[in-house]
């Protein structure tokens, strides 16, 4: 199997449950923000992003959360099923359009049926 | 289907050895990007190119190389001076129109050593 993320924080939750991903990230220039899911020996997956002017944005099932008081990055994922078993990283980009992502270490979520 | 496609999903490399990862994108996107992941890591940026016949290093490009003779194509090689090959690599692309556009991901490319 993948032998990526053998060293990651693990987040495990009951199936139907909500989880939170939390994450904290490093410049307080950055202006957008991404979620990523990864799922075993694939690229990662784009989930949702958010700018620097908004704390809050929602998607299907998902909603990010921002915090730049305190640098604080949160995915929250409503009803979690087996299918989000994955692991989750976040993105910053500092400010400037063409300023490369710089990513997280990632946590995974655990699904237990 | 547009996409990302990387190619080989793995491949081994010998002592001494160059080899290149391909990666081509028929999204029509500017800007496309080379990161390493390793166990328990993030993703490290080896190097991103915003525009054709231009490219720049990223946090760990020692050991690596790149071109980008088309707007679809952007192949690594990973050359002998890279001690530490053994990783999975992923391409990205990302339309460069100065907003606020998420990268998106091929599917990787796990290289190993023989």
């Known amino acids: 199997g993948e032998s990526v993320g053998l060293h990651l924080p693990t987040l495990s939750v009951q199936e139907g449950d909500n989880s939170i991903i939390n994450c904290a990230y490093s410049n307080s220039a950055s202006d957008y923000f991404i979620w990523y899911k990864q799922e075993s020996g694939k690229g990662p997956q784009f989930i949702i992003d958010i700018r620097s002017n908004m704390d809050k944005r929602q998607g299907q099932r998902v909603t990010v959360l921002l915090n730049k008081t305190v640098k604080h990055l949160s995915l929250q994922i409503a009803a979690t099923q087996p299918g989000d078993s994955a692991v989750y990283f976040c993105?910053?980009?500092?400010?400037?359009?063409?300023?490369?992502?710089?990513f997280g270490k990632g946590t995974r979520l655990s699904v237990i049926a | 289907d547009g996409g990302i496609t990387q190619s080989p999903k793995y491949l081994f490399r010998k002592e001494g050895q160059n080899v290149t990862l391909s990666c081509e994108q028929n999204l029509n996107h500017d800007a496309m990007y080379w990161y390493r992941q390793d166990p328990g890591q993030g993703l490290r940026l080896i190097y991103y190119s915003q525009i054709v016949n231009d490219f720049q290093k990223g946090d760990i490009a020692e050991g690596y190389s790149v071109s980008r003779e088309k707007k679809e194509s952007f192949p690594l090689t990973v050359t002998s001076a890279q001690k530490n090959p053994t990783a999975f690599y992923l391409c990205?692309?990302?339309?460069?129109?100065?907003?606020?556009?998420?990268?998106?991901f091929g599917d990787g490319t796990r290289l190993s050593i023989l």
């Open positions: 993105a910053e980009r500092g400010s400037g359009g063409n300023t490369p992502l710089v």
């Open positions: 990205a692309s990302r339309q460069d129109r100065g907003g606020n556009q998420p990268q998106h």
